[in-house]
Structures are given as structure tokens and as C-alpha cells.
């Protein structure tokens, strides 16, 4: 069992897999990256120097307890970080089409094999080369 467990494993299929993972991750990396530390201080700076992070609707403000050192933390909708959420789907989805483009655009097309004779011309041409 661990024979066919380690042939599996050494098969072209996942090790292909897990170097597909583990550069997804980095990419992943590079993308949130240009996102965050790019991007969004251009959105923020067009949107009037507005951080999204930063907006919500407080529905409960947040309170201490007189004599005692209880915190409650406010209650709010952070419609903000919903926007921020966006505003990095539709940039990375961009990027990530930018790359796929790119790549299919320098990558070589796959040339055709000529296509042979069909099997009628085989029979054709044999039936002529008999008749000779």
C-alpha cells in the first residue's frame, strides 16, 4: 500500500498539481499586493482622499462601565471594508486578466499536423496504382 501510495504521488499529474498551488499562492500574494499597496491609495486619492476602511453606520456606540474596567465595543455595519472588498475583486480579476492575455499572447500556437489523405483518396490511389 505505501508502494502505490508513493507511485501515486510521483506521478506527473499531482506533482504538476502542487507546483501549480503553491505558485497560485504566490501570485496571490503579488496581486493582493499591487491591490492593496498600489491600487487602493489611487482609489482612495480620486475618491476625494477617502479611506473605505474607515466608513460605517454605528448601530450601537461603543461604551466603558463606570467602576468597573469593561469595555463593550460598538456595533456597526462596516460598509466600508464591503466596498474595499469590491473595488479588490475588480482589480484583481483585471490583473489576472492582463496576465492571462500576456501569456496567451507570447505563448507559441500549437501548430497543426498536416492532415493526411482521407481514406477514399487511399482507395483511389490504389485502385489507380492497380490498374497501372
Do not use: C
Not at 15 to 20: G, R
Not at 42 to 71: C, I, N, R, W
Request: proline residues 5%.
Amino acid at each position: 500500500m505505501l508502494k502505490e501510495f508513493r507511485d501515486f504521488i510521483m506521478t506527473g499529474n499531482v506533482i504538476d498539481l502542487a507546483v501549480a498551488v503553491i505558485l497560485a499562492g504566490a501570485v496571490g500574494l503579488v496581486v493582493n499586493g499591487f491591490v492593496e499597496d498600489v491600487m487602493m491609495p489611487f482609489v482612495g486619492h480620486f475618491a476625494g482622499g477617502v479611506d473605505f476602511a474607515d466608513m460605517k453606520y454605528v448601530l450601537s456606540p461603543a461604551q466603558g462601565v463606570e467602576g468597573t474596567e469593561t469595555f463593550v465595543p460598538e456595533n456597526a455595519i462596516r460598509y466600508g471594508a464591503w466596498i474595499n472588498s469590491i473595488i479588490n475583486l475588480i482589480t484583481v480579476g483585471f490583473v489576472l486578466f492582463m496576465i492571462v492575455k500576456s501569456y496567451n499572447r507570447v505563448r507559441k500556437p500549437v501548430e497543426e499536423a498536416p492532415a493526411g489523405p482521407t481514406q477514399e483518396e487511399l482507395l483511389i490511389e490504389i485502385r489507380d496504382l492497380l490498374k497501372k
